[in-house]
């Protein structure tokens, strides 16, 4: 429950207030210094993207830059802020509107685009301008519910920098990936929601309901005490839960289970070994790239994997190369408008295509396990495998690298290589692919929107994209049998891991390890600690003799009632 703070799509408050007169030099050099700090930014990106990748990936930040620099934009800006005494988020929210109205405008399409170019510029002089908040921003009372459009991963940077207790989005769905980075912080959210940002207002009071996917606004005072009251428990019961910190996740017959934290930068770790985890089951490289002002280079990765694997809960952790494309995109990376960006070039595609950068990750991460006491508790993985050929590829890299980095007295030949299992050829052939690899981990989120084609960040199709619905029940129970069959170390890491209703089946199909957002992981052992064998296997058999997936999630739904009744706040469809 909080007060509502209402944002455009490029993060900026396009709140009217009016600053004070003896504001406005303030505000202007406080939009000065966030051009130099932007300016100095896209001349680091231009230095490393064209050492690294080459000259024509690094000419889109030098038409950036041009935009920092343009008399007219600026002027535009200062103007605002000088005579209309906007504040400078405002302003840029003005000047944006009008150059994306007049762009509308034109029939050439290279023209309609550079729109988007005015757009990732308004965002770094908006993640600066963030940094040093305005001396009296309004402000608003008590804790922030972010309301808007849509939330792109590139965004967390900003949205690390202000308290957000709850966020709700016109656009996306349960496992895209704005709402994994909240969940990863324990914030509730709901998105999918459309109008929303017609209903409320900044100021509003909201409750935002991530439990049952409800947004009430300025809820009348017996609402509003009903929803403390249930907060007060909820916090109650994770508090209990957490006091588990230490004990092992075993089943009540014995059966222990590695619960381990998917995890997006170092500040995670900390949750994670705050919620108990095994280790890192996932840490997605990717946002360190997202959330770097220019591009991290081979010794800048090396340092963040050194740091990542000595702060992991055991030294233990999985690392993912990037997985970027579909919707986590960053401009040096060359072409962003495809049809079907989660069809396309994404992910490992992506990386082969940049063969020299895809080393340079691969090394940094080799010679940070190498340095270890034990290279083999540090795990690489690939994400978005899908045919033999592209793992031998893999493979035969590494090989190549593990050998020089032996030159160098670098002995990093134990380090585990697994492969992510999100697409659906790949799952139907994995017998054919485990003995290239030494692990597997279902990456459920990619590999249910593939099986049932149906895309995780579109709202309209969220019924269909569940974890829970028959044919990916099959699926999953068939590759885990396989992998358990040939003794293939297998986890799965989407979000359904956390998922009560989930974990249950998944645990009767056999599956002793799972990665999740760090704040499920208590709750995850306290179900565990109900379950037996036989129990899980019952329930299993029942649910997939089962139709539809709204069968399952009511079966479910009551199965859990019965097993961990004590869990009854924290299970949700
Ligand atoms: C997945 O697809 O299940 C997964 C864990 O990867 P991501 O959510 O980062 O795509
Ligand atoms: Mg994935």
Redesign the pocket.
Known sequence: MGVAYCIDDVFVSPGREQLQPDQVQTELQRFSRACRLTTGDLQALQRKVSSQFGEEEAAIFRVHEAIVHDAAFSSKIRDCILRERLSADAALHRVLGEYTTLFSRTRDSYIKERVSDVRDVVLRLSAHLSEVLQPESPALPGPLVLVAKELLPSQVVVLGKREMIGIVTQSGGQ?S?AA?LARSRGIPAVSGVSGILNQVRTGDTVVVDGREGLVLVNPDPETESAYRKLQREFFLLKDELAANRDVQPVSADGQPVELFANVNNLADLKTAAAMGASGVG?Y?TEYLFLTHRDVPDEQEQYQNYQKMIQRSPGGQITIRTL?LGGDKTVPYFGRRREANPFMGWRSIRLSFEHPEFFAAQIRAILRAAGETDDPSRVRIMF?MITTLEEIRRVRSMVRRIQRELAQQGIDSHRVPLGLML?VPAAAISIDTLLSSVDFVSI?????VQYLMAADRDNPKVSHLCQPLSPPVLRLLNSVIHTCNHYRKPVTL??EMAGAPRAFVLLFAMGLRSFSMSPAFIPTIKELTSHLTRQRAAEVLQHALSLKTTRQVNRYMADQIAQIAPNLRLLDTA
């Not at 990456?443 to 590999?447: M, P, Q």
């Open positions: 496992t990936h994994i996932l997605r997985d994400p999100e990456g459920s989120n990619d590999l890491c989407g």
